[in-house]
């Protein structure tokens, strides 16, 4: 359980109880078509939270009612942050699985990226990043296919002041590629990567840090998570954020807004007192604003941040204080039984030059052969490619993909390859953990360069 600083404006606290499952067959739930964002659905409540455990074990208390009428039942956030690279599938299918067979939309939140918090008190996560894909891999296989919502590093954009220049591009091109591992193992998910808050960085600068964390691949961002302001001006915040983004040719981006203590003031930053705030606007994806996706409960109502109490324990005086006085949730509707149907996600190409797909010029290849796709994503002086590996009728133990850049064009940085040379053709060989490829399968890797990226070719050769 990780031990969170006392860091002024932050918090992020840790919930990693697995909760032993069976996978059930999962059901499609609606992704758009609502009068909020590009989600609709119910977020998924889980019987084994902390706070359930708790109320079932207290039935006598005389805060028991108050916390489990207004927190306990609830959805909040599944905290997955330990480096547990053995047995992370297991404990993400079993959630997700249960979460499917209560056709329910799941909230995890990963905190696992190397150097989190700045070697902090909440310092922990992946050994190096290497081991941090091989993680997030495994993580990504036990997410199905159905609508998942991932909060993606709390505090890894917003807060970098440890990290070198080649640390922090090291960190960009980890984030991307953690993005595209989620999206490619589960089309269905919903990524949304670190945005602060409303009183830290700019909203110039927080679009910033989202593109050169590869935004353009994910959903949108959060916000909140560690802090307490009002959702109005978290939102107004989004805009912001959005509209800069939109300026940089990367449009189609929604919010989250963690309301989960958020309902009144907003003083002392650590909420291990609690008496001056409430919990916030209960969980929903019925936003009823475009750029909102969701308001979630993320940081779950009554564990501790780590001043007062561990970070991640949960305290019923701390919850008990949040929720008193707090008006009760709305009533809501069962959920249907017949399951809605699943719209894959889209994204909205860039408002400048549009992202261009080269495909492959032929069907994949047949016997010990690969072949691979280019899909780019240009904006003004740059631009970012995805590249598809797909084996032949046989699968491959390694792979090399040349790609014959466009004149004036330079790779400034690759993930899920190592790269030789950095402009005309440039060669891309397999790392360690998808050199192997089953038959008919595609793994993935992807490179950011200067210059213009549309009319790059690329080839592919087996090992």
């Not at 935004?215 to 802090?227: C, I, K, L, P, R």
């Not at 009760?328 to 017949?338: D, G, L």
Request: charge should be neutral.
């Amino acid at each position: 359980m990780a031990i969170l600083s006392p860091r002024r404006r932050r918090s992020a606290a840790v919930s990693v109880a697995a909760v032993a499952v069976t996978a059930a067959a999962g059901v499609a739930f609606a992704v758009g078509g609502a009068s909020a964002g590009t989600v609709s659905g119910t977020l998924y409540r889980d019987p084994s939270s902390a706070v359930v455990r708790w109320v079932a074990a207290n039935p006598g208390d005389s805060r028991a009612a108050v916390i489990r009428d207004k927190i306990a039942s609830q959805p909040q956030a599944r905290w997955f942050a330990n480096f547990n690279p053995s047995t992370v599938q297991s404990e993400v299918s079993g959630f997700v699985g249960a979460a499917n067979a209560a056709q329910q939309i799941p909230v995890l939140s990963v905190y696992e990226i190397t150097n989190r918090d700045c070697g902090g008190a909440s310092a922990g996560g992946a050994p190096d990043l290497n081991q941090y894909q091989t993680w997030v891999s495994n993580f990504a296989r036990g997410l199905g296919n159905q609508t998942v919502m991932i909060i993606l590093e709390t505090d890894s954009l917003a807060l970098q002041t440890c990290l070198s220049g080649a640390e922090l591009n090291a960190r960009n091109q980890a984030l991307t590629t953690a993005t595209q591992t989620i999206k490619s193992a589960n089309p269905n998910a919903k990524v949304y990567l670190d945005g602060g808050h409303s009183t830290w960085n700019s909203a110039s600068d927080t679009a910033n840090r989202l593109r050169a964390a590869g935004v353009q691949y994910a959903d949108g961002f959060f916000t909140n998570v560690s802090n307490f302001n009002p959702t109005s001006s978290e939102a107004n915040f989004g805009r912001a954020v959005i509209s800069a983004l939109n300026g940089m040719g990367i449009s189609g981006k929604r919010q989250v807004i963690d309301t989960s203590r958020n309902g009144g003031a907003s003083g002392d930053w650590c909420a291990d007192d609690n008496t001056d705030r409430r919990i916030g606007q209960y969980p929903t994806t019925n936003t009823g604003d475009s750029n909102i996706d969701a308001y979630l409960w993320v940081k779950p109502p009554g564990e501790a941040d780590g001043c007062r109490y561990a970070a991640g324990s949960f305290q019923p005086d701390l919850a008990y204080s949040l929720a008193n006085g707090a008006p009760n949730p709305p009533t809501t509707a069962p959920p249907t039984t017949t399951p809605p149907t699943t719209t894959p996600p889209t994204t909205t190409p860039p408002t400048t030059t549009p992202p261009t797909t080269t495909p492959p010029t032929t069907p994949p290849p047949t016997g010990n052969g690969c072949s691979a796709s280019v899909s780019l994503n240009q904006w003004a002086g740059g631009f970012t490619a995805s590249v598809n590996v797909t084996a032949g009728s046989a699968a491959i133990n390694g792979w090399t993909v040349t790609i014959t850049l466009p004149g004036g064009a330079a790779i400034t940085g690759a993930w899920n390859a190592q790269a030789s040379g950095a402009s005309g053709t440039v060669r891309f060989t397999n790392v360690s953990y998808n050199g192997r490829v089953g038959a008919g399968q595609t793994t993935n890797f992807g490179f950011q360069g200067t210059g213009t990226g549309p009319g790059a070719t690329a080839s592919c050769t087996a090992s």
